[in-house]
């Protein structure tokens, strides 16, 4: 059992760059979410899904788009990078019967 | 709508001596409300959750947290502090379902020797 994992570990991106953060789990899960990290800031979500084929918009979603195709994989898109999205992303799946939220390892981008 | 608010961004103390993290919230409804640590360049632990049922909740390595509707607050507690706890701890604020989270700023804890 993985648990939530999260990929790549780090990445580098030019300003306009696209890519995708990776983010699968394997523990049946149908909500999953993804947050930013940012100093003196916690945590905020970007995007949540409630389970295949549903999204929709945490607190700073602009810029960033996800979908939902399968219950283990929630893929987060950056269409075009800019710095302001520099920052520690990381994935959550929620175990609903004891409401408690399992996250990934993060990924640290920097967009230069 | 949903707010969380740690009222102290660093909070030192000795080893042995207790820890007292504060955290208010504002809910327009019963919310549920956990307490996560993040070690650093690590991932997020959940500490301990309260989700309506004893407002006394009793977590992971010794840390308890309060719920308090009157002072809507959910302070978290450990009667004396170990080198371990180093760490920056996350209170959070959820709706029902536990899947729209709003979290804290965080609270970064330094234990002294």
């Known amino acids: 059992n993985a648990g939530v994992t999260q990929t790549p570990k780090f990445q580098v991106l030019k300003t306009g760059q696209s890519m995708t953060l990776q983010c699968a789990q394997d523990?049946?899960?149908?909500?999953m979410s993804w947050y930013r990290q940012d100093p003196g800031m916690g945590l905020r979500l970007i995007h949540y899904s409630v389970g295949a084929g549903i999204t929709d918009q945490g607190e700073v979603p602009n810029g960033y788009n996800v979908s939902r195709s399968t219950t283990e994989d929630f893929p987060l898109r950056l269409l075009s990078a800019a710095p302001s999205q520099t920052s520690v992303y990381f994935c959550?799946?929620?175990?609903?019967?004891?409401?408690?939220?399992?996250f990934g390892p993060g990924t640290r981008l920097t967009v230069l | 709508a949903q707010s969380v608010t740690q009222l102290d961004s660093h909070v030192s103390v000795s080893e042995g001596t207790p820890v007292l993290l504060r955290c208010n919230y504002s809910?327009?409804?019963?919310?549920?409300l956990f307490w996560y640590v993040q070690h650093p360049n690590k991932g997020l632990q959940l500490l301990l959750k309260y989700t309506s049922a004893a407002t006394l909740v009793k977590g992971i390595n010794g840390f308890e947290a309060e719920f308090k509707k009157s002072e809507t607050s959910f302070h978290l507690t450990k009667p004396s502090a170990h080198m371990s706890d180093a760490a920056e701890y996350f209170c959070v604020v959820a709706n029902t379902g536990g899947f729209k989270t709003i979290f804290g700023a965080g609270t970064r804890l330094f234990v002294k020797a």
């Open positions: 523990m049946n899960h149908e909500y």
């Open positions: 809910s327009s409804y019963s919310p549920s």
């Open positions: 959550a799946s929620l175990d609903r019967g004891s409401d408690t939220q399992y």
